[in-house]
Structure formats: C-alpha cells, structure tokens
C-alpha cells in the first residue's frame, strides 16, 4: 500500500518534470542560432563579457534589418564551463531549439566537446575563443574558429623576446587544463627554439589559492621571465602572491586569457602594474569599428573590454554575413557561405583557410599588451604601440616596498 | 504487495513507451542521464546506505570504467562497447585496492579515505598523459547519432541494477550488509566475516558504478579528469542522489536520480527559458537548501519519509519534526 503510493508518486514526478518543457513558441520570420557560453561557474566573467558583446552586436544587426529581413535570434545557452554540459547543451541547440547554426565556444575543454558533436551533426560550428589547437585540427570540416590556436598566442610574445628582452631562462606556470597545458608545451618549444632555457614547467590545479610554495621554488631558480597560462583568479592571486615573496624576474608575461580581463587589475590592484600579456586584440588596432566597439560597451556596460568580447562582436556580425549570403538555411549552404568568408571586423580580417593541421583557421595576429597605471597599453609590434614598452622595470619600486 | 506491482508496472511501461510519445532527444536524453545516476546512486545505496560503508569516492569507480571504454577505444582500436562491460571488471580490480587500503579504517575516516582517493585518481588521470590525454581528455564518435539504443540499454542497466540489489538485499548477504551498518563489532561476533562481506558490498558497487562509467563514454564520446573523477560532479551528486532519495531504500536513488538531474537540468536552463538567465546563478544554492531541507524535515529521503510527506500532502496535518 505504502510502497505502491510510492511509485504512483514516482511516476507523476516524471511527467511533471516533463510537463514543464513546452516547446517555445517558434517566431516564424527568426533565424535561430545558438550560442554556447559559460554564463555560470568559475569562468562566467569571460562569459559574462562574451554575453554582453554578442547581444550588442545582435541589437545592431537586427535595427540595421536582420537578416535580409528576418530577425536573427541568438540562443545564449550556460554551459557552466563543464565540456559535459557543453555536449548536452549542444545537443539541445541542435534536437530541441533547431537552430540553423552555433556560436559562441569559451575554453578549450568544452570547445573541444561541443565541437565533436557539431561534426558528428553536421552542424556548422563557429567558435570564437576556446583555442586549442585540437578543436581545428582534428579534421572536422563543419568547425570553424574566428580565434588563432593557442600554440600562435605567444607569437608576439616571442618576437619581443628575440628583438627586445633576450632572456636566457624562463619559467612556465599553467593551470591544469587544455587550454594551460597545451600553451605550455608549446610555448616550452618555442623556447627550445629560441635556445632559452626552461628551468621549470609547472601545472598547478584549478581553484587553487595558494600559489607560494611553486612561487618559491621560481624564486630560487630566478629566471629571467615567468611565464604564465591562467584564468582569472588564478592570474590575480599569482601576480598577488609574487609580489608578497618579492619574486623580480625580468618580466612577467601572461598568456592571454586572465591577465587582459579588467578584473585582473581591480583583483590584483598595484600587482597587476607593469605585466605583460599576450593578447589577440587592442582597440587601438587599425580595424574598422575597434574604437567604436570599445567606447560603446565602455558607456553601456561602464567597464572596459579585451579581446574576448570583441572576438564575440565579431563573431555576431561573421554569422549575420554568413547567414545574409548562404542560399538557404540548411546546414550544407550555411557551410558553403562559411567557406567563401572573406569580410573585415572589429576583430580584424576574417576568412577561413588551412594550413598546416589546421582546417577551417583564420589567420589573426596576436600582440603585446601592458598594465601601465591601471591601462591595458599596446606595446609590441612597437609600430601599432599606445605606449613605449616598460622595460627593465624595477618591481620592487613599482610594487610600492 | 501487488498493487506495488502494479504501480512497478504502470511505471515501466510508462518508461518503454515514452520514447514512441516524446520524440525529442532532449528529453530522451535528460532520462538516460537520470538513468545513469540511478545505476551510481543505487550502487552507493548498497555500499553507504546497507552496509553503512559512506563512501565520499565513487567517481573512482565512474572514472575508471569511463577511462577503461575510453583507453580501449582509442589506444586498442577496441569498440567501447567491449569497453563496457569490461570497465565493471576492471573497476572491481580497482576496488579490491581501494577496499584493501581504505577498509582499514572505520566511520568517518573510511569516508576521508575514500575522498582522497577520488583525488589520488584525478590527479593520476590529469598526469599520467602517454595514457590518458591528461587534460586533453578522450573523445570517440559514438555508435548511435539516434538516442534510442542509449535509452533503452540505461533503461535495462538501471533496471538490472536495482533489481540485482533488491535480490542481494533479499538474500542472507543483505542480512549481513545491514548487520554490519548497524554494529559492526556485534556482527563479528556472530561469526560473520566482516571485511569480507565489506569487500563483496564494495565490488557489487563498484562493478555497477564502473558500467555506468563505461556506458557514459560510450555515450557522451567524451571524458576528461575534470568530468568523471570530479569530486563535486560524481562523488558528492551520488551521495546527494541517495540522501535525497532515501537511504537505505530500493527505489530511493532512482527517485533521487530523477529529482536532482531535473533541478539541476532546470536551474541550468532557467526553468526553460522561462525565468530570466539570472535564476540559473542560484543552482548551487538551490541545491544546498534542499539537502538542508531534507535532512531537517525527511531524514530518510523521499522514499523513506514518504508516509511523511502523504500526510502533509494529502491530509492537510502538519507534520512534526
């Protein structure tokens, strides 16, 4: 009797749950395209900036007249930065929502899951963060990335090394993740290259605090840069946690990601002064609407933006065009439009070719920023620069001891 | 005891033919998740819940079937559907080791132990990358693009898997897993062979756990450290699938199951679409207040309080802590 009610009660939980999923109702005049963000979870403020640029460049879109007349839809779906959530979620977008294509792609993890299902859909995928090299390199010919893989991100980097800093040892810090441990190994090659001598490559887990006993052990070895692949909080507290050891190498460089993030400056405060960082774009940089973008979600959004939110900006108006020229919306015309891309964004210069392992990769350039006094200032190529490079830079003196 | 039966029935049934009635995959594929954790959740029921063995590290044994299917598959060649039934196997080897090591210790320090080897697992899988990709994690192109076979064979495994534990709970080695939950010394005493009867709870649990690894990547197509030995993601969400279920009850996990993968599925997609985004931020608080909730009002889960909730439902009593 008590068990039987049991089970009858099971059985109405189960319907209710699906009861609750009434299809939404279907704008007839709208193309739907879904996009894939960590809104949640440790990474949500890379999100976050994603979300905001997409739905500015939605609106302009939209009031400029669509998409030859229909509406462009975005679907922004949270994958809470886990690559299981991002496959389901996907899967989703594509069974459920029905949408004509995806967008979005934040991390490498979950890019790289996400991505396997578009291909196996056949469902054209444009990713414009998740960088590892895998996600375009795996043969899939319905994925195609907006971004340069990670092994490019330091390509700057390295020509300042060459050209300016001439270090004879670096030391690496990664978080433990595809995103960390592939940048590492490739940018411990190209030192290898250069004939600079790693003297320590180190992951550390994610969600860590306390970054001082491997800081310790870089202070001992005391090379001439200290390398860095982080996130957010772990490229604050590193940074917070150096200056407290006063560890001085020649430089700080970060790997993108983190250190360009304006919360990097208000979590590290005076920490963050005089870092350096690879990055993929600058408001500065010659490109049609750059300055606009960033003086507009400045005055909306009241903080300043990197190059992840312009990578989404500018992935929002490659879609619109995409979509303005494929012949219909069916998956085989919306990838023949995706190949004959060949347009100018904030972002840069956008067409899809391969080369090397790499299919479906744009060609971008990635560049040198700098923290100085609270700016994120271009520095390197020194043509493009906002600001002439600090360099050698007396730590100590700039941490305030 | 037979309209138990016929409520069984009625739900089975409702099961079998919900794909013909339901057609979206998203569904579908909500119900083999939910199915995948009534396998881990039931399995931790036998282990934590019946033999009192509260184990804080079953994405060991998740993980290790994952990465069995996983490795197979992409270092051998061999499908991952051998895989699966060998990731049971080999997660039984695991958990011969594990039980060795950690069995040694009683009570909350059996639960520490198997915590922290959750993580010696996690580690090993992130570093150990000649083997496991580390965090590059493990993708294969699933057999099936239709959800059908995956629903039916998750269908049948939790199936198999609750029925499989109702006989063992039926048989005299159930009679010796509660006997050890509930004094472990007074059942020794009584000649029964405590480490022994410990060790068979923890394979049958593990063997189960490691099939729903297995299965998993067979069905994801991808793993990484991060997904199947995640502490908060598995280990934690088994032993929150089982309080609020109901502990040391049958159908508890499935109930379980079904409550936490639907809140999670709906704060993750603000009550589908219908909420504004912002709602999908208080998932994990959501979370925390239930298990709070239950544990103050329904110690014993859903289906362990289940007379409980009747009364406060149906008769329109207020119930008394």
Redesign the interface.
Same mark, same amino acid.
């Given at each position: 009797? $008590?068990?039987? $009610?049991?089970?009858? =009660?099971?059985?109405c939980?189960? %319907?209710l749950?699906?009861a609750?999923?009434?299809?939404?109702a279907m704008a007839a005049d709208s193309v739907k395209v879904g996009i894939v963000l960590p809104? %949640?979870g440790s990474m949500a403020k890379f999100g976050e900036i994603e979300n905001q640029s997409f739905k500015m460049a939605l609106e302009e879109i939209n009031a400029a007249g669509g998409i030859n007349g229909k509406k462009l839809e975005l679907l922004?779906?949270?994958t809470?930065g886990?690559?299981? &959530?991002g496959?389901?979620v996907v899967?989703?977008l594509i %069974?459920?929502d029905k949408v004509v294509m995806i967008g979005g792609g934040y991390s490498s993890?979950v890019t790289? =899951?996400a991505a396997?299902?578009c291909q196996?859909?056949q469902m054209p995928f444009l990713v414009n963060t998740g960088s *590892?090299d895998?996600i375009t390199s795996s043969g899939w010919d319905y994925v195609y990335r907006l971004n340069p893989p990670v092994s490019k991100y330091a390509s700057a980097v390295e020509s300042l090394m060459t050209e300016v800093v001439k270090p004879k040892t670096v030391a690496i810090l990664h978080e433990?993740?595809?995103f960390?441990?592939?940048g590492a190994k490739s940018f411990s090659k190209t030192c290898g290259k250069l004939g600079i001598k790693v003297v320590l490559k180190e992951g550390y887990e994610?969600g860590g605090i306390d970054y001082k006993p491997v800081l310790s052990k870089i202070k001992q070895l005391n090379p001439d840069i200290v390398y860095m692949i982080s996130y957010i909080m772990d490229a604050s507290l590193l940074m917070k946690q150096a200056k407290e050891m006063k560890l001085t190498p020649k430089l700080f460089v970060g790997g993108a990601a983190g250190f360009t993030l304006p919360e990097f400056k208000t979590n590290a405060g005076v920490a963050s002064d005089k870092v350096i960082s690879a990055t993929l774009w600058h408001q500065i940089l010659p490109f049609p609407g750059a300055m606009d973008y960033y003086n507009k979600f400045k005055s909306r959004y009241h903080k300043s933006v990197d190059y992840h939110g312009a990578e989404a900006y500018a992935a929002c108006y490659v879609i619109a065009d995409v979509l303005k020229r494929a012949k219909s919306f069916k998956n085989t015309d919306i990838k023949a439009a995706l190949d004959e891309t060949d347009m100018m964004t904030v972002f840069g210069p956008v067409k899809f070719v391969t080369w090397g392992k790499l299919k479906n990769q744009n060609k971008a350039d990635t560049y040198v920023v700098q923290w100085i006094e609270g700016n994120l200032e271009l520095v390197w190529p020194a043509n493009l620069a906002t600001k002439p490079l600090v360099y050698p830079v007396d730590w100590l003196k700039t941490w305030g001891y | 005891m037979k309209?138990?039966y016929?409520?069984?029935l009625? @739900?089975g049934l409702?099961l079998l033919g919900f794909p013909a009635v &339901?057609h979206?995959?998203?569904?579908q594929?909500l119900l083999i998740?939910t199915f995948i954790w009534v396998i881990i959740g039931s399995s931790w029921n036998l282990l934590a819940g019946y033999t009192g063995q509260v184990s804080f590290g079953h994405a060991i044994f998740f993980g290790i079937g994952a990465y069995t299917a996983g490795i197979l598959a992409t270092k051998l060649g061999i499908s991952a559907w051998w895989g699966m039934l060998l990731g049971g196997f080999v997660s039984m080897a695991i958990a011969l080791f594990v039980g060795w090591v950690c069995f040694r210790l009683r009570g909350p320090y059996f639960a520490l132990a198997t915590l922290a080897g959750g993580e010696i697992f996690r580690l090993i899988a992130?570093n150990w990358e000649s083997l496991t990709d580390?965090?590059?994690?493990i993708?294969i192109?699933?057999t099936f $693009?239709s959800k059908l076979p995956y629903y039916y064979l998750s269908l049948g495994l939790a199936a198999a898997c609750i029925f499989a534990i109702h006989l063992i709970m039926k048989s005299k080695w159930g009679y010796y897993f509660v006997s050890i939950r509930e004094d472990q010394d007074a059942a020794e005493s009584l000649g029964i062979n405590t480490s022994l009867y410990k060790n068979i709870s923890l394979l049958v649990s593990a063997f189960f756990t490691g099939l729903a690894g297995a299965f998993y990547m067979n069905y994801?197509?991808?793993?990484?450290p991060?997904?199947v030995f995640s502490l908060h993601?598995i280990s934690i969400m088994a032993i929150l699938v089982g309080i609020v279920g109901g502990v040391a009850t049958i159908?508890g996990p *499935? @109930?379980g199951a079904? @409550?936490m993968v =639907?809140l999670q599925e %709906?704060f993750?997609?603000s009550?589908? =679409?219908l909420a504004p985004?912002w709602v999908?931020?208080g998932?994990a608080l959501v979370f925390g207040l239930l298990v709070i909730f239950v544990i103050m009002f329904l110690a014993n889960g859903i289906?362990g309080d289940?007379?409980k909730? $009747?009364r406060y439902v149906f008769r329109r009593k207020v119930f008394r802590v």
């Open positions: 009797m $008590k068990k039987s $009610k049991m089970l009858l =009660g099971f059985a939980l189960l %319907t749950c699906f609750f999923g009434p299809s939404q809104l %949640t922004i779906e949270d809470t886990r690559p299981d &959530v496959r389901s899967e989703k %069974t459920k993890s790289y =899951g396997g299902v196996q859909n *590892a895998k433990n993740s595809l960390g441990s592939k994610h | 309209k138990q016929i409520a069984l009625i @739900v409702f &339901v979206s995959s998203y569904y594929h998740i992130t580390g965090m590059v994690g993708l192109i699933t $693009k994801m197509g991808f793993i990484d991060e997904v993601y159908m *499935a @109930v079904l @409550v =639907g %709906t993750r997609s009550f589908f =679409g985004s999908s931020q998932h289906v289940w007379g909730i $009747k």
